[in-house]
């Protein structure tokens, strides 16, 4: 054999005992191959209140153009649609005197001389300044001040008249679920008066405690 033919022999057996080598080498790595057996288990979510609704009491008072002011008390319902938007349902009671006209009339222009007056309405509600509210160094309250309007009805005298509501005020949250809501609007809605109908600007002022849940 000759050493030309020695060489070729060599460089051909060489890198295949190498491949084999390999082989041999990887073959225990298969081996230790683990398939993880794991039980499937059912895992139930946390539950986390959504504070969406609101429910609570307010009192304050109504100042009745031309019938002087009076305390208002009612109840507030609402929906948080978002971190910016709310609804507010609000149904209230005070009271309308005609003193001032009985000195002129002396009927005056109610059956007796202070009235009941109800009202209820609908309004919507925007967020535009949330923010925190420093008590001391140690502790903050967020707070948000909005702006609100909205329809509705009053009832005075046995007759309804058609309201519409503008308003401004602040929320201050005292934890997760209960917050102060300070509230100032101005109620709108005509009525006749000693045969002149009139619209009237009554302005009110009120603080609540609201629920979330």
């Given amino acids: 054999m000759t050493l030309k033919t020695t060489l070729c022999t060599l460089l051909t057996v060489l890198p295949l005992a190498g491949f084999a080598a390999d082989d041999q080498e990887a073959a225990p790595n298969q081996n230790q191959v683990v398939v993880p057996e794991v039980a499937r288990r059912d895992v139930q979510l946390p539950h986390f209140p959504s504070n969406d609704f609101d429910v609570g009491a307010f009192f304050g008072t109504y100042d009745t153009q031309n019938f002087g002011s009076a305390a208002v008390g009612g109840l ?20 309308v005197s005609d003193a001032t006209y009985r000195q002129i009339l002396p009927g005056g222009i109610f059956p007796v001389q202070n009235e009941k007056m109800r009202y209820y309405n609908l309004s919507a509600g925007y967020n535009i300044l949330p923010g925190e509210v420093f008590v001391g160094t140690k502790y903050a309250m967020p707070f948000t001040l909005y702006l609100i309007g909205g329809v509705g009805s009053t009832t005075l005298d046995d007759q ?21 809501q300070l509230d100032a609007r101005d109620h709108v809605f005509s ?18 405690l609201l629920v979330s849940f």
Avoid: P, W
């Fill in 76 to 95: 507030k319902i609402g929906y948080n649609i978002t971190e910016d938007y709310f609804v507010q349902g609000v149904f209230a009671e005070t009271k």
């Fill in 160 to 180: 309804k008249h058609a309201t519409f509501n503008v308003g401004t005020g602040v929320r201050l949250f005292f934890t997760d679920r209960i917050s102060m």
């Fill in 191 to 208: 009525m006749d008066l000693l045969g002149e109908r009139e619209r009237l600007q009554n302005l009110e002022l009120t603080v609540g």
